[in-house]
């Protein structure tokens, strides 16, 4: 089974600048996730979408971050202007929704996209 | 307060050692609990859900404590290939999951 695929893998830019990071998930899976991981720390949810639609987007900076998943299947998360603190790897994950047993679905995780701000 | 709370560590152990984690979670409500694995500049990879009679995977011991909110991770018999962050998540529902900072462990020979 072909896993979560992002691209690129690595990414510089200088501040003011934009980006855009790409996601296929697994097949099949309908929740999508973005997390932003900064070294030395756990992974940030950023948004979650189900199916096409997002879910939570609370912790998402909204005047310089967006992201969208069109058609339910890969995603796009774009940042612009880029800042210094938004140096960081950013992961997307995927989860089929609902284990059998009534809670969420095991997530599995791209390798994510480390992006470098100068 | 933090959702997920975790001693960063890093914890050095001889290789054969028995060693555990703890992580508390502030969220009452919350419903399901996992321990993930990262190794250096990988992506976190699930190692074992935790369940409420607690659980058990080869060397790889879960509890959870409602009551007092944490959950606990064990490692019998520590192998170097053990050496890596141990993530502690949280569910609150929803498919809404809180990463703690992470546990580093270094397993040396």
């Known amino acids: 089974e072909a896993g979560v695929a992002q691209s690129p893998r690595y990414k510089i830019i200088e501040k003011r600048q934009s980006v855009a990071f790409w996601c296929n998930p697994i097949?099949?899976?309908?929740?999508l996730y973005w997390y932003q991981q900064i070294l030395g720390q756990g992974p940030k949810l950023l948004i979650q979408?189900?199916?096409?639609?997002?879910v939570d987007d609370s912790q998402l900076p909204k005047d310089r971050f967006s992201a969208e998943r069109l058609k339910g299947v890969d995603s796009t998360l774009k940042i612009q202007p880029a800042k210094l603190e938004d140096s960081a790897v950013y992961l997307c994950a995927s989860s089929w929704g609902r284990g059998t047993s009534g809670f969420p679905g095991t997530q599995y995780f791209g390798p994510g996209t480390r992006l470098t701000v100068l | 307060r933090k959702e997920v709370e975790q001693d960063p560590g890093p914890f050095n152990v001889p290789e054969g050692a028995t060693v555990a984690f703890n992580c508390t979670y502030s969220?009452?409500?919350?419903?399901?609990f996992f321990w993930y694995r990262q190794d250096c500049r990988k992506e976190p990879k699930l190692l074992m859900s935790?369940?409420?009679s607690g659980n058990e995977d080869g060397r790889f011991t879960a509890q959870l404590n409602r009551a007092s909110q944490y959950i606990s991770l064990l490692i019998r018999d520590s192998k170097l290939s053990d050496s890596a962050t141990y993530l502690c998540v949280v569910n609150h529902g929803f498919n809404k999951f809180y990463f703690g900072s992470g546990t580093k462990l270094n397993v040396k020979p």
């Open positions: 979408f189900q199916n096409n639609g997002v």
């Open positions: 969220n009452s409500a919350s419903q399901s």
């Open positions: 935790v369940y409420s």
């Open positions: 097949s099949g899976h309908a929740t």
